[in-house]
T-cell receptor
Framework: EDKVVQSPLSLVVHEGDTVTLNCSYEVTNFRSLLWYKQEKKAPTFLFMLTSSGIEKKSGRLSSILDKKEPFSILNITATQTGDSAIYLC??????????FGQGTTLQVKP | EPEVTQTPSHQVTQMGQEVILRCVPI?????FYWYRQILGQKVEFLVSFYNNEISEKSEIFDDQFSVERPDGSNFTLKIRSTKLEDSAMYFC?????????FGPGTRLTVT
C-alpha cells in the first residue's frame, strides 16, 4: 500500500531558527512529490519535485528530493511567526492522485 | 492569479439528506479532484475526473457519492444520503499536470 510518512509530527521553534521537515514515502510508480502549506483551510502549493538532487528554492524555503532513499526535506531558514502552519507532503502516484502524509505542525514563537 | 473556488464555505445538514458541493476549477486545467479531511486526520483522496469521466475513485467513494461537470466550468460532488461520518472538510483541486491547486474547502457538518 502506498504510504507517505512525515516527521516530526510537530515542532516548536523561535523566530530566526532554521527548521528541517522530513518526508519519506513508499509509492509504486512515483511521479513527483509536492509540498503544501496549510494554514486555516486549503493547502497552498509550495514546491513540486520530480528529479533527485535538484533543489527548489523560494525565498526562505527550499526543498530537495532523494529518489534513492526515498525522501524529501523542506527547509525554512530565519523562521517567522507567519510560517506557523501545517506542512503537508504529498506524492503523485501512477494515477495522478495525491497521497498525503499526516503533516508537520510548525509553531514559530516570537 | 487564477484560483479554485468552492461554495458553500460551510454546510450543515441532517443525516439522510442530500448535499451538493460546488467547485469552479482553474479554467485551463484538465484534471479535477475531490479530497476530504476529517478533523485532525490526513487529507484523503476521493475521486479524480478527466475528460468527463471518473478516472479513479477511492474506497470511500461509494454509491452515495457522485461527481459531475455539468457545464464545462463547475465541478460538483453530490452525497445522496449523508451520514454522520461524512462530516469533514471537502477540498476540490484541479491541475494541468501534476501540480494540483486546492480550493478553500467546504466544511460539511452532518447532524
Amino acid at each position: 500500500e502506498d504510504k507517505v510518512v512525515q516527521s516530526p509530527l510537530s515542532l516548536v521553534v523561535h523566530e530566526g531558527d532554521t527548521v528541517t521537515l522530513n518526508c519519506s514515502y513508499e509509492v509504486t510508480n512515483f511521479r513527483s512529490l509536492l509540498w503544501y502549506k496549510q494554514e486555516k483551510k486549503a493547502p497552498t502549493f509550495l514546491f513540486m519535485l520530480t528529479s533527485s538532487g535538484i533543489e527548489k528554492k523560494s525565498g526562505r524555503l527550499s526543498s530537495i528530493l532523494d529518489k534513492k532513499e526515498p525522501f524529501s526535506i523542506l527547509n525554512i531558514t530565519a523562521t517567522q511567526t507567519g510560517d506557523s502552519a501545517i506542512y503537508l507532503c504529498a506524492v503523485v502516484g501512477n494515477t495522478g492522485k495525491l497521497i498525503f502524509g499526516q503533516g508537520t505542525t510548525l509553531q514559530v514563537k516570537p | 492569479e487564477p484560483e479554485v473556488t468552492q461554495t458553500p464555505s460551510h454546510q450543515v445538514t441532517q443525516m439522510g439528506q442530500e448535499v451538493i458541493l460546488r467547485c469552479v476549477p482553474i479554467s485551463n486545467h484538465l484534471y479535477f479532484y475531490w479530497y476530504r479531511q476529517i478533523l485532525g486526520q490526513k487529507v484523503e483522496f476521493l475521486v479524480s475526473f478527466y475528460n468527463n469521466e471518473i478516472s479513479e475513485k477511492s474506497e470511500i467513494f461509494d454509491d452515495q457519492f457522485s461527481v459531475e461537470r455539468p457545464d464545462g466550468s463547475n465541478f460538483t460532488l453530490k452525497i445522496r444520503s449523508t451520514k454522520l461520518e461524512d462530516s469533514a472538510m471537502y477540498f476540490c483541486a484541479s491541475s494541468f499536470d501534476y501540480e494540483q491547486y486546492f480550493g478553500p474547502g467546504t466544511r460539511l457538518t452532518v447532524t
